[in-house]
């Protein structure tokens, strides 16, 4: 999980500065500059956000855990 947010991340920065160098030395169009930027920000988007889902989805795994020991303890208390 954590190897596909990198990729996704490094890409994304290496569009952005593999792009800038270009239009720097051999004067590119200022459009081609804005569109790699823009496909390298989309990149560091999707790395971003998938990190950010992955946490809530094992949080929320967590929460169902601590659910399920807490409806335990209460079954024990109750019976005792």
């Known amino acids: 999980m954590k190897t596909i947010t990198m990729i996704?991340?490094?890409?994304?920065t290496l569009m952005?500065?593999?792009?800038?160098?270009?239009?720097?030395?051999?004067y590119f169009d200022m459009s081609q500059l804005v569109l790699a930027s823009?496909?390298?920000?989309?990149?560091?988007?999707f790395g971003f956000f998938y990190e950010k889902l992955t946490g809530i989805y094992e949080e929320l795994k967590n929460?169902?855990?601590m659910k399920e020991?807490?409806?335990?303890?209460?079954?024990?208390?109750?019976a005792s």
Do not use: P
């Not at 996704?8 to 994304?12: M, Q, V």
């Not at 952005?16 to 051999?26: N, Q």
């Not at 020991?69 to 109750?78: A, D, S």
């Open 63 to 65: 929460v169902k855990t």
């Open 16 to 26: 952005i500065i593999g792009a800038t160098i270009r239009w720097s030395v051999v």
């Open 8 to 12: 996704l991340g490094s890409a994304g």
């Open 38 to 45: 823009l496909i390298g920000v989309i990149f560091l988007g």
């Open 69 to 78: 020991q807490i409806k335990q303890e209460v079954i024990k208390e109750v």
